[in-house]
């Protein structure tokens, strides 16, 4: 356990807890924050420490990313943890939280503890396993949340499925709250889905694509939200893209209840024009919308409604991409690229470096009460240091994901990670 | 047994729930019971207070300790009763509750013992007949000669029932013995808490006049009696709780929780028991288990319900 200690100096220090950034470094022993600040210079720590001369780039919490499927068990041709867990170092992300979408799925204890214990022999990151909401992912019945949490199941999703009975959800809420278990759900009503592809409107009208309203997932939230105010238990809408979702969140946490949310990094920066001419990369669910919404979005980000960013990575080999775009599946690779894209919203002036950072560290600790993602002494050395301006081309090829369905290929990005530290230990350099 | 004339008079005509007892009756038909409690041990276990009456056993659902209890408790006190089984019955042709009651009402029984699967239908079948009903169990609304035979049997161990802590465990939303024991302790001075995840609660136990508990161990501390109830296999499997195993480890009965309530806390069910579910086999027949003897203590308050009845009875 004993380490040499690390200082990390002449760092442009981004603290998302307080907003905050000051010039200075951060000293690491054994695995945690011992200094941070002004203090930590090169002639403060003398040589018992590693020094590493960070020469002004910023240094920040490691970032956690509430919505990754690693691949385990059962689509190992797809994802490994090994592999997911390198695109994590080498992306800055230093705790994933696995989708239970597996086969089997994460609905057992025996399985919670597999994955625990695969990450614990193959992870160079942080990996916890979420569990199912209901058994199989089968939105009928309620999952052990009281033997998952205690085999180590940090939240309860059935990932990539909405549940779409009230009454199941109701009494997944319901006995959920009793083991003060959150509850992370995707919100989509599967009926006014229907068959759709893409965002309904004129685009997909042109396209001869079937639509997905905006609607869709305002529904579902909707009764989520009536839901949460009967049950009163700890909800986090797992993934919204629309501005419409957002009146839902606000007006929810205007009424004090206990909600929060995420969306993905590419409803962030993407909106349904990327698709183009069928380009099935960007396929997702729910489905890249109008720009409207992607500018709204946006500004939840930047005044706080929007809580969260995840990367929703989703690694899908060719054989299920390279298909036509109504047959293809949905989901996008994004470990890797999810900070130097939302780094995009910086550059544009749209959000704070903080207020960004904040949606991929504290805020998600906080969701899901976890130490980390704090620039604070006492917190894990879970850290990164990158440069916001370096440019870069991103290369599909050289990703560290099995799969390579990023829908930033060859994109010009900026922020490329050049340390990774997780408690303290160099994982990608 | 007592002598009836010694006794408060019973003010009722039929027994339909605990709610709408007074203190009085209730002691009154706990003190009658407890009197009518030895005649069960004797060798001759047969008294004629109802001799030349009939008694009708009318349970629409499946039931082996209470419709053999209510029949002891007929024979042993004279009465002629007869079992009517639903299984083979008019019912089963489709017939409703108030036909079957207005056809056995015209065979003159004097009382009528009924379990019905919907709550209020005892109630309904009480308002079309001349005789005295007795409620065994209306869908998840009463069940009061449970609630009498339960607080008889803590008030031998106990001497009383004021004051002591009674926790009711598992799945209240559908007990209608929970209600009825809700009603019964709390009237007598009890101080009722009950214990079970959200979601095999009703809406609104907090206005019910007891303590409500999520987490078991909490509800457990310094309780004198751990009342447990029988969980429906049926609910268990991802409905109201997730899986057996699951509800075991967080509310079942076993030592280790048993340790948290008072050190002299005893265990009651009321049958039958889902063993290593609701209670692990160690504390159902443990030292510390009434459960036999609430079995034995639910002749005698049958007894004395019918007795008590009696003297309402027609041409009486």
């Given at each position: 356990m004993s380490h040499v200690p690390i200082a990390l100096i002449n760092a442009r220090l981004v603290d998302p807890a307080a907003g905050s950034e000051t010039k200075g470094g951060v000293l690491v022993v054994d695995g945690m924050i011992a200094a941070v600040g002004a203090s930590v210079t090169r002639d403060q720590i003398g040589s018992g420490a590693t020094i590493v001369d960070c020469g002004g780039d910023v240094v920040s919490p490691g970032l956690i990313d509430m919505?990754?499927?690693?691949?385990?068990p059962g689509a190992e041709f797809r994802e490994t943890i090994a592999t997911a867990s390198a695109a994590a170092a080498a992306g800055g992300v230093t705790t994933i939280i696995a989708l239970p979408d597996t086969h089997p799925p994460i609905d057992d204890p025996a399985v919670v503890d597999f994955l625990r214990r695969r990450a614990r022999d193959t992870a160079r990151v942080r990996v916890l396993p979420s569990a199912a909401l209901t058994k199989g992912l089968g939105g009928k019945e309620i999952a052990e949340y009281g033997l998952l949490k205690e085999a180590g199941a940090i939240a309860f999703t059935d990932g990539f499925h909405s549940i779409r009975n009230s009454q199941v959800m109701r009494r997944a809420m319901t006995y959920a709250r009793d083991f003060d278990a959150l509850v992370m759900h995707y919100a989509e009503d599967a009926d006014l889905a229907g068959s759709g592809v893409m965002n309904a409107g004129e685009l997909a009208s042109r396209l001869g694509l079937g639509g997905i309203p905006v609607e869709a997932e305002a529904v579902t939230l909707d009764r989520d939200m009536r839901l949460v105010n009967m049950i009163r238990g700890r909800y986090h809408a797992a993934l919204i893209s629309t501005r419409m979702s957002l009146d839902v969140i606000a007006r929810a946490r205007a009424a004090g209840l206990p909600v929060t949310c995420g969306a993905s990094i590419n409803h962030l920066t993407l909106n349904e024009n990327d698709i183009g001419h069928y380009r099935t990369f960007f396929k997702l669910a729910p489905p890249l919308r109008h720009e409207d919404d992607r500018r709204a979005m946006v500004a939840a980000l930047a005044d706080g409604l929007l809580d969260v960013i995840v990367s929703d990575h989703n690694p899908l080999d060719v054989d299920n991409k390279r298909l036509p775009f109504g047959e293809a599946d949905n989901g996008a690779i994004g470990l890797e690229t999810m900070l130097a894209a939302g780094l995009r919203l910086v550059h544009s002036g749209d959000v704070s470096l903080p207020r960004l950072l904040a949606a991929m560290t504290i805020n998600p600790a906080r969701i899901l009460g976890l130490p980390q993602g704090r620039l604070e002494?006492?917190?894990?050395?879970?850290l990164i240091r990158f440069d916001p301006d370096e440019p870069f081309v991103v290369d599909a090829a050289a990703l560290h994901s099995r799969s390579k369905n990023t829908p930033f290929e060859d994109a010009r990005l900026q922020g490329r990670v050049k340390l990774t530290l997780v408690a303290g230990d160099t994982v990608h350099a | 047994m007592t002598d009836i004339s010694a006794t408060p008079p019973f003010p009722h005509r039929h027994l339909l729930g605990i709610a709408g007892l007074s203190r009085l009756d209730i002691e009154t038909l706990l003190d009658m019971a407890e009197a009518a409690a030895p005649l069960s041990r004797q060798?001759?276990?047969?008294?004629?207070?109802?001799?030349?009456r009939t008694q009708i056993n009318l349970f629409f659902e499946a039931s082996t300790r209470t419709q053999s209890s209510f029949e002891l408790a007929g024979k042993r006190l004279g009465a002629d009763v007869m079992n009517m089984s639903v299984a083979t019955s008019s019912v089963k042709k489709g017939e409703t509750l108030i036909d079957t009651a207005v056809t056995l009402n015209a065979m003159r029984p004097d009382i009528i013992i009924v379990r019905h699967h919907q709550s209020g239908a005892v109630d309904l079948l009480a308002r079309k007949v001349d005789c005295s009903v007795v409620n065994a169990g209306d869908g998840s609304h009463e069940h009061p000669t449970q609630a009498l035979l339960d607080a008889l049997t803590i008030r031998r161990h106990k001497k009383r029932i004021e004051g002591l802590v009674v926790a009711i465990c598992g799945d209240v939303l559908h007990s209608r013995v929970a209600r009825s024991n809700m009603i019964l302790l709390s009237a007598l001075g009890a101080r009722v808490r009950v214990i079970a995840p959200s979601t095999l609660l009703p809406a609104g136990i907090e206005q019910m006049g007891v303590e409500v508990y999520r987490d078991m161990r909490k509800g457990l501390a310094g309780a004198d009696i751990v009342m447990m109830l029988r969980l429906q296999l049926e609910r268990m499997n991802g409905a109201f709780v997730p899986s057996l195993r699951e509800y075991a480890r967080f509310y079942g009965l076993d030592n280790d929780k048993l340790a948290l309530a008072s050190p002299d806390a005893l265990v009651m069910h009321p049958g039958p028991m889902n063993r290593g579910v609701e209670i692990d086999s160690s504390v159902a027949d443990?030292?510390?288990?009434l459960i036999v003897e609430q079995v034995e203590m639910g002749v005698a308050v049958r007894m004395a319900v019918l007795e008590a009845l009696s003297r309402h009875l027609p041409n009486n």
């Amino acid at each position: 356990m004993s380490h040499v200690p690390i200082a990390l100096i002449n760092a442009r220090l981004v603290d998302p807890a307080a907003g905050s950034e000051t010039k200075g470094g951060v000293l690491v022993v054994d695995g945690m924050i011992a200094a941070v600040g002004a203090s930590v210079t090169r002639d403060q720590i003398g040589s018992g420490a590693t020094i590493v001369d960070c020469g002004g780039d910023v240094v920040s919490p490691g970032l956690i990313d509430m919505r990754v499927f690693v691949g385990e068990p059962g689509a190992e041709f797809r994802e490994t943890i090994a592999t997911a867990s390198a695109a994590a170092a080498a992306g800055g992300v230093t705790t994933i939280i696995a989708l239970p979408d597996t086969h089997p799925p994460i609905d057992d204890p025996a399985v919670v503890d597999f994955l625990r214990r695969r990450a614990r022999d193959t992870a160079r990151v942080r990996v916890l396993p979420s569990a199912a909401l209901t058994k199989g992912l089968g939105g009928k019945e309620i999952a052990e949340y009281g033997l998952l949490k205690e085999a180590g199941a940090i939240a309860f999703t059935d990932g990539f499925h909405s549940i779409r009975n009230s009454q199941v959800m109701r009494r997944a809420m319901t006995y959920a709250r009793d083991f003060d278990a959150l509850v992370m759900h995707y919100a989509e009503d599967a009926d006014l889905a229907g068959s759709g592809v893409m965002n309904a409107g004129e685009l997909a009208s042109r396209l001869g694509l079937g639509g997905i309203p905006v609607e869709a997932e305002a529904v579902t939230l909707d009764r989520d939200m009536r839901l949460v105010n009967m049950i009163r238990g700890r909800y986090h809408a797992a993934l919204i893209s629309t501005r419409m979702s957002l009146d839902v969140i606000a007006r929810a946490r205007a009424a004090g209840l206990p909600v929060t949310c995420g969306a993905s990094i590419n409803h962030l920066t993407l909106n349904e024009n990327d698709i183009g001419h069928y380009r099935t990369f960007f396929k997702l669910a729910p489905p890249l919308r109008h720009e409207d919404d992607r500018r709204a979005m946006v500004a939840a980000l930047a005044d706080g409604l929007l809580d969260v960013i995840v990367s929703d990575h989703n690694p899908l080999d060719v054989d299920n991409k390279r298909l036509p775009f109504g047959e293809a599946d949905n989901g996008a690779i994004g470990l890797e690229t999810m900070l130097a894209a939302g780094l995009r919203l910086v550059h544009s002036g749209d959000v704070s470096l903080p207020r960004l950072l904040a949606a991929m560290t504290i805020n998600p600790a906080r969701i899901l009460g976890l130490p980390q993602g704090r620039l604070e002494k006492g917190a894990p050395a879970d850290l990164i240091r990158f440069d916001p301006d370096e440019p870069f081309v991103v290369d599909a090829a050289a990703l560290h994901s099995r799969s390579k369905n990023t829908p930033f290929e060859d994109a010009r990005l900026q922020g490329r990670v050049k340390l990774t530290l997780v408690a303290g230990d160099t994982v990608h350099a | 047994m007592t002598d009836i004339s010694a006794t408060p008079p019973f003010p009722h005509r039929h027994l339909l729930g605990i709610a709408g007892l007074s203190r009085l009756d209730i002691e009154t038909l706990l003190d009658m019971a407890e009197a009518a409690a030895p005649l069960s041990r004797q060798v001759n276990k047969k008294k004629d207070t109802l001799r030349g009456r009939t008694q009708i056993n009318l349970f629409f659902e499946a039931s082996t300790r209470t419709q053999s209890s209510f029949e002891l408790a007929g024979k042993r006190l004279g009465a002629d009763v007869m079992n009517m089984s639903v299984a083979t019955s008019s019912v089963k042709k489709g017939e409703t509750l108030i036909d079957t009651a207005v056809t056995l009402n015209a065979m003159r029984p004097d009382i009528i013992i009924v379990r019905h699967h919907q709550s209020g239908a005892v109630d309904l079948l009480a308002r079309k007949v001349d005789c005295s009903v007795v409620n065994a169990g209306d869908g998840s609304h009463e069940h009061p000669t449970q609630a009498l035979l339960d607080a008889l049997t803590i008030r031998r161990h106990k001497k009383r029932i004021e004051g002591l802590v009674v926790a009711i465990c598992g799945d209240v939303l559908h007990s209608r013995v929970a209600r009825s024991n809700m009603i019964l302790l709390s009237a007598l001075g009890a101080r009722v808490r009950v214990i079970a995840p959200s979601t095999l609660l009703p809406a609104g136990i907090e206005q019910m006049g007891v303590e409500v508990y999520r987490d078991m161990r909490k509800g457990l501390a310094g309780a004198d009696i751990v009342m447990m109830l029988r969980l429906q296999l049926e609910r268990m499997n991802g409905a109201f709780v997730p899986s057996l195993r699951e509800y075991a480890r967080f509310y079942g009965l076993d030592n280790d929780k048993l340790a948290l309530a008072s050190p002299d806390a005893l265990v009651m069910h009321p049958g039958p028991m889902n063993r290593g579910v609701e209670i692990d086999s160690s504390v159902a027949d443990g030292p510390r288990s009434l459960i036999v003897e609430q079995v034995e203590m639910g002749v005698a308050v049958r007894m004395a319900v019918l007795e008590a009845l009696s003297r309402h009875l027609p041409n009486n």
